[in-house]
């Protein structure tokens, strides 16, 4: 469902309602039926597309449309394929890089990261995903980050974990352009719909709300923790 007008708020889901019932679905529901004058968009970030979504839910009139895009499905081919861009694109882009890998935490790590996103979406098809692992300036800074925060660990598994964890972002900021326009972005975590949600309302100039559920951060560590893929030395970072 699609709809390309202006909606007061746009959900930003990160693999909840409507396609999961319960929890914080359950308090999405609850929002949007208490408020049947605001139009509502939802823009659902989900795992793999063969999940045979449908909505465990009866959807109120006022959700306008619903968007998705699926963090491991596999990438296009253009992304598959290096790119030639244009010298001031590529310097751009690993220079913003460079500041988002050498910002402490903090406030200014984000801003750096949206920034980034921002780069990114704006590089299509000049710049693909796979520039990342066969440039020589990605790989200075892969390098670069390795020894600056973990150099007694394997590079090999820093390495793939990297790979692994950097495809799902691409995947979204190259989705992010179908992202409604709204007066209101609101996400239920940080993460992926937090990042996603923070830079619509950059991109669109409006403003962002965040319900960051407790709980749900807590799934999130415990999952990395006991991720296979992920070495327990590597996943306490």
């Known amino acids: 469902v699609h709809t390309p007008r202006l909606v007061d708020v746009c959900l930003v889901l990160e693999g909840t309602y409507p396609y999961m019932s319960g929890g914080v679905s359950t308090w999405v529901h609850q929002i949007v039926t208490a408020m049947p004058d605001l139009r509502f968009a939802i823009f659902y970030i989900g795992a793999e597309q063969g999940e045979g979504l449908r909505p465990k839910y009866d959807l109120p009139k006022n959700i306008v449309s619903i968007d998705t895009v699926f963090l491991f499905d596999g990438l296009e081919q253009q992304e598959l394929v290096p ?23 903090g406030a200014a790590m984000p801003h750096q990261a949206i920034k980034l996103a921002e780069l990114i979406s704006r590089t299509e098809p000049s710049f693909s995903c796979a520039n990342l692992w066969e440039d020589r300036e990605a790989w200075e800074l892969v390098c670069a980050a390795y020894g600056r925060h973990m150099p007694g660990e394997s590079f090999l598994k820093f390495y ?12 979204l900021i190259r989705s992010s352009d179908r992202i409604p326009q709204a007066r209101l972005y609101h996400s239920l975590c940080t993460g992926y719909a937090g990042f996603a949600a923070a830079l619509a309302a950059r991109r669109n100039n409006a403003p962002y709300l965040l319900s960051e559920h407790g709980i749900y951060v807590k799934e999130r560590l415990a999952e990395m923790q006991n991720a296979p893929w992920i070495p327990c030395s590597l996943s306490r970072y």
């Open 83 to 105: 790119r030639k861009p244009p010298k001031a694109v590529k310097r751009a882009l690993y220079k913003a890089m460079a500041e988002v890998l050498a910002a402490p935490s």
């Open 160 to 171: 793939w974990n990297a790979r692994f964890l950097v495809q799902p972002l691409w995947q």
